[in-house]
Every structure is written in C-alpha cells, then in structure tokens.
Nanobody, 124 residues
Framework: QLQLVESGGGLVQPGGSLRLSCVAS????????IGWFRQAPGKEREGVSC????????MSTDSVKGRFTISRDNARNTVYLQMNSLKAEDTGIYYC?????????????????WGQGTQVTVSS
C-alpha cells in the first residue's frame, strides 16, 4: 500500500527551528512532485512548499519564504522541510503529499497521496 509518513513535528519556541521529514513506502518517491501543506485550527489547509522530482523547481508560499527550505534525498525516498525562525502563526498540522504529475501545485486536490500529518506547535 502506498504510504507517506511525516515526522519531526513538536513544540518549539518562537524563533526556533524544526526539520520535518516525509518518507515514502511502497512507491518510488523520485517519480513524484512533493508538496508540504499545513492546517491551523479553524483555518483551511494551505500549501506551504513544493519540490519537483529532480529538485529543479521549488515553490513556497510568501509567508514562509526566507524561513523554510524544502529539499529531497531521492536515494532515501525522503523529502524534508527545514523550518527556521518559526512564528506562532506557523502552528498547525503539517502534511506531505505526492503527485505523479511532476509540476508543483499549491492546490491539495491535485495530489494523489497524503500522509497522516505531524503537529507543529510554536509557543513560548
């Protein structure tokens, strides 16, 4: 069964850092573009960042530019989201998602596979 598993979330103080990981099982992650999404309490899910299969294209939403970096290690079937200078408004559940069409998209309905999410809480 195709599966994505996120890890690396937790509680961090404002200004701190976390690195999220998204590991794929039962499918070859290098064939897919990968997006990170988040959903804060009471808000709609939003696209955070995306990377194509060969890492030649990355995209990030304006609110995280300069703070978050997406990368991938295809040999490890893993995609990362390095989050620095975290703010309270970054709090939410973070999901990774995969789409076979190798273009970045900020729209969740264009992704075929989803992980279960990992909680990120930024609070003092």
């Amino acid at each position: 069964q195709l599966q994505l598993v996120e890890s690396g979330g937790g509680l961090v103080q404002p200004g701190g850092s976390l690195r999220l990981s998204c590991v794929a099982s039962a499918f070859h992650l290098p064939n897919y573009a990968i997006g990170w999404f988040r959903q804060a309490p009471g808000k709609e899910r939003e696209g955070v960042s995306c990377i194509t299969s060969s890492s030649d294209t990355t995209m990030s939403t304006d609110s995280v530019k300069g703070r978050f970096t997406i990368s991938r290690d295809n040999a490890r079937n893993t995609v990362y989201l390095q989050m620095n200078s975290l703010k309270a408004e970054d709090t939410g559940i973070y999901y990774c998602a995969a789409r076979l069409n190798d273009y970045c998209s900020p729209y969740g309905d264009q992704y075929e596979y989803w992980g279960q999410g990992t909680q990120v809480t930024v609070s003092s």
